[in-house]
């Protein structure tokens, strides 16, 4: 217990101690500098990890909180630098992602006359739905820091979590204060009731076609074995909502496939002819629901259970009277009690289902137009090499882009199932959140980190290897490089063939660069190198970067550049 006087910026810390919290990601301000000596003070005790850009900092923050279910922690600056963390809140917002993001603030005496980097962050990062935090506080008196601190990590948890933002004035920080933290809450579980679940085995037992989406925040590896057990008791087909692709085995017989961008055509019918469709987790955002057509609101024309740990989530896009709130771990636990029928009409169709989605996962190379070059070209095969010499327990990351199909596509996570949350990927659509996602991962779990990213995506925030470097963490940068923003070069030519603008790049020396950062660089140019060089990244003692030479036309996993120009200009054309 804190029995005598400390600044409010040591308690800060002992508060962030106090709740779990082993990490915290920021780049340093002068506007939090008692914190900051805090964190000197208590540095056997918590690490502060410095970043490069408040952006980065931020997606560690983020990517932390996806895999541990506590809030990742960040620290910034007034102005710029809780300008530039503003990505990543807005990313753990529309993920779901618990996260506390404090920000060093301009003295109370200055405040409101435009100070040096003022900004109203209550008006910026504007709480609610239209916003991008559930809570926007700020701390103006020292001895409420313990309150102040505690309401933010129960509010970034609780119901649907997500970030809260907490602004600190530089000179409240310097106060002395006599207060103790407040330890650490569970965060109150929800369950379903005895009624609901009758509600829930009536309506599946008169199905015809049922099916089953997973995804969200908060699974642990309990809840995702009882969901296992749900599915196989009633034979239920399961897919993942998107980018939540580790919620359900992938290799297990009831796995249907990846409910995301490209859907498999056959996947895609299925959610679509669904008579039932039991949601549990995902907030079934426009990703998931395929711009909200195989899903339609506001009442769908399947009918709808929709279980989720926010009431606020509930009846706010698709009304169904079925909607019912809890955690996912009471949710599974629940639903793995329903004694299932002996009659299942619907098995054949789980089993099709997964057949339908092992052939969409079957390496199949995209034929190129005759010229093309000589650059890497059989992605589809690299995957499954990937996957072969990869651990079971491996963490995959990846930013925006075009390049993310091919791992979204052929890789199969175990995930949940074997006890670990394997994929950190952003469904907001950030780029440049893989490379320093990967970094968080590698510091929070010790564990082999994959980081697939392009050309773009890399250079938004690709000096965060400098951050890797200095805290000693090692991950494997997979970089396709073709010369584009790959994804808007794409639909330039389904839109406006052959008039290219803007989506070309001149790229540095990758492999150079990585190794100014103190990563090796290896550069792949053909199909037959790619396996030795990821070899070589996994004997490693350092990071490593291998830069993939991409043949430029191979755009997507399933047609050429070529292909879509055509097809563009065939739209055009019957425009005129």
């Not at 504007?126 to 309401?151: F, L, N, Q």
């Not at 596509?409 to 959140?433: D, I, S, V």
């Not at 070589?536 to 993939?548: P, S, W």
Request: charged content about 15%; glycine content about 10%; aromatic content about 8%.
């Amino acid at each position: 217990m804190i029995t005598s006087l400390q600044l409010a910026g040591h308690l800060i810390v002992d508060c962030l101690i106090a709740q779990g919290v082993t990490h915290a990601f920021g780049v340093p301000g002068e506007s939090y500098l008692a914190v900051l000596d805090g964190f000197f003070q208590r540095r056997s005790q918590i690490q502060f990890i410095t970043c490069r850009q408040e952006g980065g900092a931020a997606f560690m923050a983020e990517a932390q909180g996806k895999l541990t279910g506590r809030p990742g922690v960040c620290f910034v600056t007034r102005g710029p630098g809780a300008t530039n963390a503003s990505i990543g809140v807005h990313t753990a917002f529309q993920d779901s992602t618990p996260l506390v993001l404090f920000v060093g603030d301009v003295a109370s005496d200055t405040r409101d006359r435009e100070a040096f980097q003022e900004v109203d962050f209550s008006h910026f990062f504007g709480p609610g739905t239209k916003g991008m935090a559930k809570r926007v506080e700020r701390i103006d008196s020292a001895e409420r820091i313990p309150e102040v601190i505690a309401r933010a990590f129960a509010t970034a948890t609780g119901g649907r979590p997500g970030p809260v933002v907490v602004v600190l004035p530089e000179d409240v920080l310097t106060q002395a204060v006599n207060a103790q933290p407040i330890t650490r809450l569970n965060v109150p579980e929800s369950s379903l009731s005895a009624h609901s679940l009758a509600s829930i085995q009536g309506l599946l037992q008169r199905a015809e076609r049922p099916m089953v989406i997973a995804g969200g925040p908060a699974w642990t590896p309990l809840a995702a074995e009882q969901l296992q057990a749900f599915a196989e008791q009633w034979q239920l087909p399961v897919g993942n909502a998107f980018r939540f692709q580790d919620t359900f085995d992938n290799h297990h017989g009831c796995y249907a496939g990846d409910v995301g961008i490209a859907i498999n055509a056959p996947l895609a019918a299925q959610v679509e002819q669904a008579d039932v469709l039991l949601v549990l987790g995902a907030r079934l955002g426009e990703m998931t629901t395929g711009g909200y057509t195989l899903i339609a609101p506001p009442v769908a024309k399947q009918t709808l259970i929709h279980i989720h740990p926010s009431a606020d989530e509930l009846n706010r896009v698709y009304q169904t009277p079925y909607a019912f709130v809890a955690t996912m771990a009471q949710a599974a636990a629940c639903l793995s009690t329903l004694p299932a029928p002996e009659v299942r009409p619907w098995a054949e169709l789980t089993r099709r289902a997964h057949e339908a989605y092992l052939t969409n996962i079957r390496p199949q190379q995209v034929v190129l137009p005759t010229g093309a070059g000589s650059g890497v070209r059989r992605m589809a095969d690299h995957i499954k090499t990937l996957q072969r010499l990869l651990p079971v327990d491996a963490v995959l990351t990846n930013g925006a882009g075009n390049f993310a199909s091919w791992v979204h596509r052929y890789f199969q996570h175990h995930g949940w199932a074997k006890g670990f949350k394997t994929q950190l990927a952003p469904t907001n659509g950030a780029m440049g959140y893989g490379v320093p996602a990967g970094i968080s991962a590698a510091i929070t779990t010790g564990r082999v980190v994959v980081t697939f990213t392009g050309d773009g995506d890399f250079l938004m925030n690709g000096q965060e290897l400098a951050t890797a470097h200095q805290h000693g963490a090692k991950t494997i940068v997979i970089l396709l490089n073709n010369g584009m923003f790959g994804t808007i070069r794409m639909h330039q030519e389904r839109e406006f063939p052959q008039q290219e603008m803007g989506s070309g790049l001149i790229n540095p020396d990758f492999c150079a660069l990585a190794q100014a950062y103190g990563y090796l660089g290896l550069r792949v140019t053909s199909d037959e190198a790619f396996e030795p060089a990821l070899q070589q990244a996994l004997d490693a003692t350092t990071g490593v970067l291998i830069e993939v030479v991409l043949e430029p036309e191979l755009i997507t996993t399933r047609a050429s550049l070529s292909d879509i120009t055509k097809a563009g200009m065939k739209k055009a054309a019957s425009l005129q």
